[in-house]
């Protein structure tokens, strides 16, 4: 199974580390998974670690999509991306 980093409300730089560790842990592959309004900030996770950080990495997929979400009893739409970084 892949490791899933979910991108939430906490500063970016977390996120890279979690990245950074996953990675020296031994793994070659990341899922990094953000909905709504930290999808961009899914993508500046990504490009943090490819500019900064890691230069070996590649984007090996990239799936968006929408997903319906049960919120005070009426169903929303959530759109989410998620990325696969491998090493």
Known sequence: MI???IIGKKPLLRYVTACLTTFNSGSNRVVLRARGRRISSCVDVVN???K???VDITIERISIGTEKISIDNKEKNI???EIVLRR
């Open 48 to 50: 943090m670690l490819r």
């Open 3 to 5: 490791p899933q980093i």
């Open 79 to 81: 759109s989410y991306i």
């Open 52 to 54: 900064g950080f890691l």
